[in-house]
C-alpha cells in the first residue's frame, strides 16, 4: 500500500470470491474509486466474507491488482479487525449492527470515525412490519430493534462525525453528535441534469397531447408498494383522467401485477418495460417523456429514486414516509398523500392541474441541481478530510487509468436485480 494518510472504508456489503478473483458490483467498484479521487492517500476496503456472490446483473469478477484500492476480507467482529484500523487517518463506518462495538474500537486506537446513516428506526420498523410473517414474529423483532437502536445511538455519540443519508436520520442524530452533516443520495452528475429548455417543450407537448404520463421505477417488492401501483391506475382509470403509467423494473410481484392489470382491463394504460440501463435508457425515457413519478414506498429509506427523479425535472408524487416527506419539504416540490391510500393518490393526481406540474417540475430540477453527485459527495469527503485533520490536502487525481478499465470489465454472467 502507498505512503499517505490511510482511508478505511467498512461498508455492509459483503463479498464472495470466484477463485482469485472477487465478485464486486461495478456500482461499488466505480464509488469506491471516487473515494480514492478525492481522498490524498490509499484507500482501504474492508469487506465482510459471503458464502455466495448476488444475482445482481452489475456483477463483475475482479483480482485484487485490478483494483485502485485494497481489499481485506475480514468479519468486521473478529479480533483482527483493530490491526487494520490502527494507524488510519480516519475510519468510514455504517450504523449496522455488527459495527456498532466499532466507535469504543476507534477511540481506543485513537483513530476519527464516521458513521453513515440511512435507515432510522421507524424505516427499520416498517420494513419488518412488512417482512414479517406474522405479529408475533414483528413484536420479537420490534424489541431487538429498539435494542439495537440504543446501542446506535451510543456509537453515534462515540464517533468522531456522522454522515446521514436523508433527513429521517439526519434529524435522529444531529443532536447526538454535533459533528453531523446531512446527504443526498444520487448517482447524477451535473452532465445528467435536465435541461430547462427542454422541460418547456415536454409541458408544451402535455398540453397538447391531453394525456399525463406517468412512470415508476425501482424493485415489483412490497416495502416499494409495487403492488399499490395497478389499484392507483384503476382509481386513475375510473376519474377519466386520460393517462399513461409505465413500470420499469422487475421482482416478485411482478406476476401478480401483471395478472391484476390484465384482470381490471388496463393493459392500453398501463405498461411493463422491466429492467432499464440507469444511464443509457432509463434517464433519458424519464427526461423526456414523464411528467409524473409515482412513489408508493411504505417505507421511508432514503432512496436515491427521489433525486434522481428530480433531476430529471420530473416531480414526484406518492406516499408521505418520512424519507420523501423530508425531501419535499427541503424541496417545496412534489405532493404526498398517506400510506397505503391508493385511492387517495389517484385523487391527488387527478386534481393537478398543468400549471401545477410546471412550478413543481422546475422547482424539483432547481434541488436537484444543488445537490448532484458531484457536490454531495464532496461535501461528505470534506467533512471527511477535516476531521482527519487534512483539510488543506489535495485530493488524488491518478484514477483515470484504473476508471478507464473498469468501465471495460466484461460482466459475469451472474442475474440481477435493480437497485
Known amino acids: 500500500m502507498s505512503n499517505g494518510p490511510r482511508l478505511v472504508v467498512l461498508p455492509t456489503l459483503p463479498v464472495a470470491r470466484s477463485g482469485d478473483r472477487f465478485i464486486l458490483t461495478r456500482k461499488f467498484i466505480s464509488g469506491l474509486c471516487e473515494y480514492q479521487r478525492s481522498w490524498p492517500g490509499p484507500v482501504q476496503v474492508v469487506m465482510e466474507p459471503a458464502p455466495d456472490a448476488s444475482d445482481n446483473l452489475d456483477n463483475v469478477a475482479v483480482r485484487q491488482e485490478d483494483l485502485p484500492f485494497e481489499l481485506t476480507v475480514l468479519p468486521h467482529e473478529s479480533l483482527e479487525i483493530a490491526g487494520v484500523l490502527q494507524g488510519a487517518a480516519v475510519a468510514m463506518l455504517a450504523v449496522h449492527y ?239 398523500t398517506p400510506i397505503n391510500r391508493p385511492a387517495l393518490l389517484a385523487a391527488r393526481i387527478t386534481a393537478l392541474s398543468d400549471e401545477d406540474i410546471d412550478s413543481h417540475s422546475l422547482r424539483s430540477l432547481a434541488f436537484a441541481r444543488e445537490h448532484t453527485f458531484e457536490k454531495e459527495f464532496e461535501r461528505r469527503m470534506e467533512h471527511a478530510r477535516d476531521l482527519a485533520g487534512l483539510a488543506s490536502a489535495a485530493p488524488n487525481a491518478s484514477l483515470s487509468a484504473h476508471q478507464d478499465e473498469l468501465q471495460g470489465m466484461r460482466s459475469t454472467g451472474l442475474k440481477g436485480r435493480i437497485a
Open 98 to 336: 455488527r459495527q456498532t462495538h466499532l466507535a469504543q474500537l476507534c477511540a481506543h486506537l485513537n483513530v476519527p470515525c464516521i458513521y453513515g446513516a440511512e435507515y432510522s428506526l421507524r424505516t427499520r420498523l416498517q420494513i419488518a412490519r412488512t417482512n414479517a410473517p406474522g405479529p408475533l414474529r414483528f413484536a420479537r423483532q420490534a424489541l431487538w430493534l429498539f435494542g439495537e437502536e440504543w446501542r446506535i445511538r451510543r456509537a453515534v455519540a462515540a464517533a468522531s462525525g456522522v454522515q446521514c443519508n436523508g433527513i429521517p436520520t439526519y434529524e435522529a442524530y444531529r443532536r447526538i453528535n454535533p459533528c453531523t452533516i446531512l446527504f443526498f443520495d444520487t448517482r447524477v452528475r451535473t452532465s445528467m441534469l435536465a435541461d430547462e429548455s427542454a422541460l418547456h417543450r415536454r409541458f408544451k407537448d402535455r398540453r397538447r397531447r391531453g394525456e399525463l404520463r406517468l412512470v415508476f421505477s425501482g424493485r415489483l417488492i412490497a416495502i416499494k408498494g409495487a403492488d399499490d401501483l395497478v389499484v392507483v391506475a384503476d382509481a386513475l382509470r375510473r376519474s377519466g383522467r386520460p393517462f399513461r403509467l409505465f413500470i420499469c423494473g422487475s421482482g416478485t410481484l411482478e406476476p401478480r401485477m401483471r395478472h391484476e392489470v390484465k384482470r381490471r382491463g388496463l393493459d392500453d394504460v398501463v405498461c411493463f418495460k422491466g429492467n432499464l440501463d440507469f444511464e443509457q435508457e432509463l434517464l433519458p425515457f424519464i427526461r423526456d417523456e414523464i411528467d409524473l413519478f409515482v412513489c408508493c414506498h411504505r417505507q421511508g429509506d432514503p432512496s436515491c429514486t427521489y433525486l434522481e427523479t428530480m433531476a430529471c425535472g420530473v416531480p414526484i408524487v406518492g406516499y408521505s414516509n418520512e424519507a420523501f416527506h423530508g425531501v419535499m419539504e427541503a424541496s417545496r416540490a412534489g405532493w404526498a
